[in-house]
């Protein structure tokens, strides 16, 4: 259910509403717009009569939310969510790009990466220190001993990090580290992890799941937010379908879905949606022409002997010739990087 106040309703006025419904079993979440105040009950009673709330005081319209998922949905918050850490803004009028290697392989390459992701201009430095290996003899990342290495090397550049956690042990330890925790692909349903993750005020990334449809990436997302995280940032990062040139189909299509359906900012990562070094700078300008609220790419200072997807990983000439692209076209659809 969503209760939508008037505009000037007093605090007053919201705490009865709230109370109300919470006294009728609904856990309440409050989105404060520009404008209006919304409330979202979720839960409750499914025979709870709207007309009851309709007619309180400060109240101007009750809806019932027919759609599986209620936080995530964009009648939760018309405007747009837009998502602040420290200078940056992810949601906003600006194209949020982050980039590194796809792993922490040790000091002078992460060194070397964070001069390259920063002198190409994007704000968030990417990488990885725990590694969802499809093989278990592939390399498996560093570990703490690889954040602290990122994190210095970003803290000299004056990037933002973003990095893995694939078990809910590790939140902490991400968390000391990391302004964004990534949740990867293989674990977009994995509901304990997204559970805790909720109960967290730091940053989350989704990836959509390989097979996963919109709705289910949405349902996942509702995790975190019925938790009470609402900074969630959703990302599309191809689909597997029965093409096979690709490593993924890179759907260009879920980020104007995504975004009629929700609030949450969406970026679109087109080095896993294809897997291809010669194909991303196509589909990273395709996402960023379709709206996407940012761009996450593999960049490597030799990608030919980086430790993991290196074939997908650009050379520090082809970034920083995307960067320029991708600014024009930025421009042609009303945003800026």
């Not at 709870?48 to 964009?74: C, N, Q, W």
């Not at 992810?90 to 992460?110: F, H, L, T, W, Y």
């Not at 969630?232 to 879920?254: M, Q």
């Amino acid at each position: 259910m969503l209760v939508v106040m008037q505009e000037g309703a007093t605090e007053a006025q919201i705490q009865k509403i709230v109370g109300r419904l919470m006294e009728d079993g609904f856990d309440v979440h409050r989105s404060s717009g520009v404008v209006h105040t919304v409330l979202g009950g979720v839960g409750g009673k499914s025979h709870f009569d709207t007309g009851i709330i309709s007619v309180m005081d400060g109240v101007k319209e009750v809806h019932r939310i027919v759609s599986p998922y209620k936080l995530a949905a964009r009648a939760f918050k018309p405007e747009g969510s837009i998502i602040k850490i420290g200078d940056v803004e992810i949601g906003g009028d600006k194209v949020v790009v982050m980039a590194g290697p796809c792993s922490v392989e040790n000091r002078d390459q992460i060194e070397r990466s964070a001069d390259i992701v920063a002198e190409g201009g994007a704000k968030i430095m990417r990488g990885g220190a725990f590694k969802p290996r499809s093989s278990p003899y592939s390399f498996q990342g560093l570990g703490e001993e690889g954040l602290q290495m990122m994190r210095a090397a970003a803290d000299r550049r004056r990037l933002l990090v973003i990095s893995e956690v694939m078990d809910a042990v590790q939140i902490p330890l991400l968390a000391a580290y990391s302004d964004i925790l990534q949740i990867g692909a293989r674990n977009m349903q994995n509901f304990t992890l997204l559970r805790e993750l909720g109960k967290i005020r730091k940053p989350v990334m989704l990836k959509r799941g390989p097979a996963a449809t919109v709705e289910e990436l949405l349902l996942s997302a509702e995790y975190f937010m019925s938790g009470g995280n609402y900074d969630v940032i959703l990302c599309e990062r191809g689909i597997r379908t029965f093409e096979n040139y690709t490593r993924n189909t890179f759907d260009v299509s879920a980020i104007p879905v995504v975004q009629k359906l929700s609030h949450l900012p969406i970026v679109g990562d087109p080095s896993h949606g294809t897997g291809r070094r010669d194909m991303v700078p196509s589909m990273a300008r395709a996402a960023v022409a379709a709206g996407a609220d940012g761009i996450i790419m593999e960049v490597h200072h030799d990608p030919d002997h980086a430790f993991s997807d290196g074939a997908q990983s650009l050379f520090p000439e082809q970034y920083y010739e995307l960067m320029g692209q991708l600014r024009l076209i930025a421009t042609a659809v009303g945003k800026s990087i």
